[in-house]
Each structure stands twice: as C-alpha cells, then as structure tokens.
C-alpha cells in the first residue's frame, strides 16, 4: 500500500512539474499576450476632467490614415488635469501608459501617443490636437 | 511515523470538525426581566456636526402591574445647546406611515448636562426622542451619552450610547448667490456678499458666482484671481483678488448638504485627504448636483461646495457648504 502511495505521489508531482514549465503561449514585458494580429489603431478616444466627466463638445474626430485625434474641448476646460482614455484594436496595447491625468495645456506641442499591435510589429504614433471651444 | 499515529490525528481532526459542525443553537424568543427595561437606537446618520443634533430614540417598559413610569433622563457627557431636549410625547406610526404623537409628560427640563422628562400620564410603556443639539465646546471632541428611567415602584434602569465623535468642520446650508448681486463668496465667513460688501473686506472673499448666458458658461464659480478671460463683464471690487484652489467634483451628494436619497457624507478625514495640487482655479458650466473641493488661497479652509440648484431664469443657484480648518 506504502509503495503505492508513494509512486503516485511522484507521478502527481510530475505531472505538476511538466504543465508547469510547458509555455507555449509568448507574453510581452508587460505580461500581455502576443497574438497573431497586426491590426493598430484607436478606435474611439475619451477625455475626462477632474470629476470624471467628459470635457469633450463632441465626438474626438479620429484619423487612423494620418494617425491624429482631434478634439474640441468645453471653454474654460481645466487643460492640465485631463485623464485621456484610448479604445484600441483587439490586443492592441498604449505606450505610454495611462498612469493618471495629463497634462495637455501646451497646445503648440500636441501630446503623442503610440500604439502598438497585437503581434507587437506595428507601431503607429497618434497626435492629439485639442481645441477649446470658444 | 507509524500509520497508527496518523489514523489518530484523523480521527480526532473528524471529532473536532463534527463537535464544530453541531454547534447550531436555536433561536428563542428572549424573555422578558419581568421589571422595567429598556433600550436605545441611534437614529440619525453621519458625521456629527456642531448646531446640528444628534437623535436618539429611548425606549422604556414595565409590566402594569408593577408600578408605572416615572421620569426619564437622559445625561451627556457635554452639556448640550439649549435648545437640546427630550421628547415629552410617546410616537407611533399609524397605518399611512406617519408617526403620532401622544403626550405623556410635561415638556423636558435642561439642568447642567441631563434633560429629562417627568410622566404626567399613568405609562408603562414609551418611546421618547431625544435631540441632542451639539454645543461648540463638543467640537472635535467625543461626547457620550446615558439613558435612564425611573419608575414608580423604585426600579431604574439605564442605557450608556457612544463614544460619537463630533467633527471639527462647520456647515452652513442653502446660501444664494444671486449674480451681479450677491455673488461673492466667503470661505472665512461662510456667507454670500454683494460687491459694496466685499470692496468693505476684500481678504475674506475666495470665490466669485458668475452667470453668462452662452452655454459653455452658463452657472459659474471662479476665483476672483482666474484669468480674466473667464470673469466677461465683471468688475471686481479693488483688493478682491485671491486665487482660490477648486477642485470638481460629481456624483457627491453629501447627504447633509444636498438632503437627497444619496447616503454619501463628507467627514473631517475626506478633507484631510483631499489635495489640491493639481487643481484649477475656475470651475465653468456647473451643473445641479455638481460639487466644488475649495482651498483657500491661504491654505486656511479646505471646504466642499454643493450645488443645491440652479436658475437660468433668476441666474441665481442655491449652494450648501461644509468646511474644514485646515490650519
């Protein structure tokens, strides 16, 4: 009874030790899934202010042949402490992170932000033009 | 290790679990002392602020028999306002949800820190409301309360309620500010002021409501100090100029201020908490129910401004303030 206890308590082990080391699925640095996909670009753009409320007049105009977003802005809108939020493609990633508000108030130096495709390949640079409705 | 020595540790682990699993006791109706009980809730909800009271319902019984209820007392650890008192009418609520009242004593006497109630009716049975009215030495302090009742056979009985901590923060409720009139706003002062008012104490005005009819401006509240731009067609009073940190807020309804269904309150720690440094110093297009986190310029006063409604019509809005001294 002993010896078979024990043989398999080994073959559990094992086991355990062989699905454990098998990775066949590759992960970026950010531990995100590589996939197959070479699709890049934003597909619906958010601006928020400090209360978590859109500033945005209307919808961002997004161009993903020239890689731009266009948005105009509330008057008065309190242009350092915006929070942005990007939709991007299936498996698409940001970079820069979000990590909290932005500071947008240069607006002669329009803030850049890349996306980067599922099979991480592509790359492309979208500007954000802000207007403040006046 | 012998398998005898783990057959025995399961058997006991199994002993233990069952002995656990049985320990389900069933419930009974509690049965009564026989002589004079009773029992007190708390019956407002959050902070407790100075002015405001805190309410309690006090319950006390005794089988008829036994006599009937004498007095009742209720003593504070902090003598209350004044205007503190006891219940002297015993409430139900009747079949459409309104509580009756039914006198049962001669109104509450206040001597020193106790509030009590004699019975003038032959009860043995009463719910007595008690509105503690926080008094200014309570502030930032706990204050601690003990129920008691005294009935005719002798017996008393009692009921100690707290500690409850009394904030530091002040509130004043529904100021209107009026724009072109009285538009200039007090943190220091908690008050509403027109422009001769403030040109009379330019340092005690932070922010300044302001109403323009495009609808990107609509309702308004901007430090005297933002940039011009914002301020179209006001003239400030010469010395009102500080620039007062504003921070917007939504979907706060402090249920002190805004008295809605929402119960969200605002304490000392939420403004111990709240920083200001990414803040702007104007705040555009507020709508009802929006909400502004205020710093004054000299780090003073941390306050929440609630906007407890607006109107296009009178370009006036009505606003709720709590405030904290940050320093």
């Not at chain 1, 950010?30 to 601006?47: H, K, M, P, Q, W």
């Not at chain 1, 850049?112 to 991480?120: A, D, E, K, M």
Request: hydrophobic share 40%; net charge neutral.
């Amino acid at each position: 009874m002993k010896k078979y206890i024990s043989i398999a308590a080994l073959l559990m082990l094992v086991a355990l030790a062989w699905s454990s080391c098998s990775k066949d699925k590759p992960v970026d640095e950010d531990g995100l899934l590589i996939t197959t996909r070479a699709e890049c670009y934003v597909s619906n753009f958010e601006l928020l202010g400090a209360d978590f409320q859109t500033v945005r007049t209307k919808n961002a105009v997004i161009d993903t042949t020239a890689c731009t977003i266009n948005v105009e802005v509330f008057y008065g809108t309190d242009l350092k402490n915006l929070w942005p939020q990007f939709s991007l493609v299936t498996d698409a990633k940001l970079d820069p992170k979000i990590t909290g508000k932005v500071d947008f108030s240069d607006l002669a130096n329009p803030k850049q932000y890349t996306v980067v495709s599922g099979n991480r390949q592509v790359r492309k640079t979208y500007k954000i033009f802000i207007t403040v409705k006046q | 290790m012998s398998v005898k020595y783990y057959q025995y540790t399961a058997a006991l682990f199994a002993l233990l679990l069952s002995v656990a699993a049985c320990k389900d006791k069933e419930y009974a109706i509690p049965e009564p002392n026989g002589g004079l009980g009773n029992d007190v809730i708390k019956r407002s909800l959050g902070p407790n602020l100075v002015g405001q009271k805190i309410e309690f319902a006090y319950a006390m019984a005794l089988p008829a028999d036994k006599g009937k209820l004498e007095s009742a007392t209720v003593e504070a650890s902090i003598a209350g306002a004044p205007t503190t008192y006891l219940e002297h009418r015993s409430f139900y609520t009747n079949a459409s949800g309104n509580d009756v009242g039914v006198e049962v004593g001669a109104p509450s006497v206040n001597k020193d820190n106790t509030t009590s109630v004699s019975f003038t009716r032959d009860t043995m049975a009463a719910t007595l409301r008690y509105f503690y009215v926080v008094p200014e030495e309570a502030r930032g302090k706990t204050v601690n309360f003990k129920f008691s009742a005294k009935a005719s056979n002798g017996e008393t009985v009692s009921y100690s309620m707290g500690p409850y901590n009394v904030s530091t923060m002040d509130m004043k409720l529904d100021l209107k500010v009026v724009d072109n009139a009285a538009c200039y706003i007090s943190i220091a002062d908690m008050a509403v002021y027109t422009a001769a008012e403030a040109a009379a104490q330019p340092d005690k005005i932070d922010l300044v409501y302001v109403f323009r009819t495009p609808t990107n401006y609509l309702h308004s509240i901007l430090s005297p100090g933002a940039d011009p731009q914002y301020l179209p067609g006001v003239t400030l009073p010469a010395g009102v100029n500080k620039v007062t940190k504003l921070v917007r807020a939504w979907n706060l309804r402090d249920q002190q201020l805004a008295r809605l269904q929402f119960g969200v309150f605002i304490d000392d720690l939420d403004f111990q908490k709240q920083g200001f440094e990414d803040a702007a110093n104007l705040a555009l297009n507020l709508k009802e129910e929006a909400g502004l986190w205020i710093e004054t310029a000299d780090g003073k006063y941390k306050a929440y401004l609630f906007i407890n409604s607006v109107s296009n019509t009178g370009k006036t809005a009505t606003i709720s303030i709590k405030r904290y001294t940050a320093k």
